[in-house]
Each structure stands twice: as C-alpha cells, then as structure tokens.
C-alpha cells in the first residue's frame, strides 16, 4: 500500500504564499501521477495540478500563473508552491497520487488525509 503525508497548509492572508508538500512511501514500484485537488465547503473536489509521467504538468485555469507544482522523483515528493492566493483558493487541499505497488497488476489512485488552506481577505 501508499501513505501519503501531507504539510504546510494553514492560514494566510491574502496575496501571501504558501506550500504545500506530500511525501509518498510504501511498497511503490513505480508512479504516474502525483497532484493536488482541493474541496471548499459545499463544493465538489477539483483538480488543482497535476505533474503526469512523459506527459508534464497541468493546471486548473483558476491557479495558472500563481501555483506551481513540482516533484521530486528520488523522494516520491510532490509539492505546490501556492503565490497571490486568494480567499477563493481557501479549501482543503488533497493529494493525490496514482501508483503502482507491489502485489497489483495495475495503476491505483490514493490520497492524503488533507491540509487545511485558509485565506483571509
């Protein structure tokens, strides 16, 4: 199995920064895809980033040009350095990551427990 630890959320004013980082352990053989979507209350959960294997990254056109999400691949980290936030972008923020472990023939999604993001206006 994967566990997946999150830290950095909290609260922040807005136009602050903050980051956000998942470290992925566990029998993992290999990985796909690690990202973070984010559900504010009332609201569905929604791709925030994502970093794809051979395929790059992608972004939620709500975040471009403010967020940044990257990996480390030898510590099966993903990060997401979060600029300009807005009281919008306040959620929790789930990471997400799609693997293949030990014992499985094929790719399995997991996420983390969630970080709260807070921003204040």
């Known amino acids: 199995q994967v566990q997946l630890v999150e830290s950095g959320g909290g609260l922040v004013q807005a136009g602050g920064s903050l980051r956000l980082s998942c470290a992925a352990s566990g029998s993992i053989l290999k990985i796909n895809t690690m990202g973070w979507y984010r559900q504010a209350p009332g609201k569905q959960r929604e791709l925030v980033a994502a970093t794809v294997s051979g395929a790059g990254t992608n972004y939620a056109d709500s975040v471009k040009g403010r967020f940044t999400i990257s990996r480390d691949i030898a510590k099966n980290t993903v990060y997401l350095q979060m600029n300009s936030l807005k009281p919008e972008d306040t959620a929790v923020y789930y990471c997400?990551?799609?693997?293949?472990?030990?014992?499985?023939?094929?790719?399995?999604?997991?996420w983390g427990q969630g970080t709260q993001v807070t921003v204040s206006s």
């Open positions: 997400h990551v799609r693997a293949l472990v030990s014992g499985r023939f094929d790719w399995s999604d997991y």
